[in-house]
């Protein structure tokens, strides 16, 4: 195992951002106006595909140990976490937060398969979901249960498909994004905590959840060639279209051949800078062989129901 440290947000940044953040109206984004988004999804002309950024991206990709994952039939990780102050009352359908709290989640990567096992103050709470290709008739397969029970609100079942597709993209970075067809382009260069880095911009399809198209920004560091950042639009939710969220990413360790944040921390960009979650990873382990048929709720069952091996 090896770690690449770095600097975490400092506690003086993130009090300065609550202290901001409390001025402000309690809206959902859709009642909220402001300059426009920092990632727009339609520029001038449908955008082109530049090679370069899929090499980069790549690269970026082979760092966090592409061979490797390539090679993962199932990972499972359990997070611990905090929520920041006001996020769940301006978004409380996708902050959820009763529900929640720490979690067991299985990722199926080659099958684009997210499952994940809340357990919050008000109970528990578990998630499928399987990525379809962004069209009417594939737009991605979404359960949710609360406490054992099936939920038919539409409104939990898209966005708990938002955040699990999400998820998967948080905890893998450019391996969740290489060898898609997705059209990139080179997005100029940034600094992330200190760190020099380049961009490249994705438009992502399908997108977050049951949506055709969301555009991902990827901070790839000059130097070491890992992902820092990644930036997203959150199309596949009512309430948070328009809006733009980014994620870093800490303390990387490197198991199983591939490098994993174990440390990650959110914030909301647009239309209002606000911090939302810091979560870290408390197990993690690989490879049981499971099928997907262990991860449908409302309980995980056969290889998949122990938890994550402690880190």
């Not at 970026?60 to 006001?86: C, F, K, M, T």
């Not at 609100?153 to 898609?180: C, H, I, K, M, R």
């Not at 596949?236 to 990387?252: I, L, P, R, S």
Request: proline share 7%; aromatic share 8%.
């Amino acid at each position: 195992m090896t770690s690449i440290p770095i600097t975490p947000p400092t506690q003086f940044g993130r009090r300065r951002l609550m202290l901001a953040g409390a001025a402000l109206p309690v809206l959902g984004v859709a009642g909220l106006s402001g300059c426009g988004t920092p990632l727009p999804l339609a520029l001038p002309g449908a955008p082109a595909h530049d090679p370069a950024a899929e090499r980069l991206l790549q690269q970026s990709a082979d760092e966090h140990g592409w061979a490797a994952y390539r090679q993962l039939s199932d990972i499972n990780v359990r997070y611990d976490g905090a929520w920041r102050p006001l996020i769940d009352r301006i978004q409380p359908v996708v902050v959820d937060k009763g529900y929640r709290g720490w979690s067991e989640e299985r990722l199926m990567p080659q099958a684009g398969v997210v499952a994940q096992a809340y357990t919050g103050p008000a109970g528990r709470k578990h998630v499928w979901w399987q990525r379809g290709d962004g069209s009417a008739q594939r737009r991605g397969e979404v359960a949710v249960w609360y406490d054992g029970q099936p939920s038919t609100n539409a409104d939990a079942q898209t966005a708990s498909a938002l955040v699990a597709e999400g998820y998967g993209l948080f905890l893998l970075g450019p391996l969740w994004l290489a060898g898609q067809g997705h059209v990139m382009q080179m997005g100029g260069n940034a600094r992330v905590d200190g760190r020099a880095c380049r961009v490249v911009q994705v438009w992502k399809r399908p997108g977050l959840g049951r949506v055709a198209l969301d555009r991902v920004a990827v901070f790839i560091d000059a130097d070491l060639g890992i992902t820092r950042r990644v930036q997203f639009t959150l199309e596949g939710f009512a309430n948070t279209q328009g809006a733009v969220a980014e994620v870093d990413t800490f303390e990387h360790q490197r198991r199983f051949g591939v490098l994993w944040p174990m440390r990650s921390y959110e914030e909301v960009v647009h239309p209002i800078r606000l911090p939302a979650h810091d979560w870290h990873i408390t197990g993690l382990d690989v490879n049981r062989g499971y099928d997907a048929a262990a991860l449908r709720g409302p309980v995980f069952s056969g290889a998949a129901a122990a938890p994550a091996a402690k880190v």
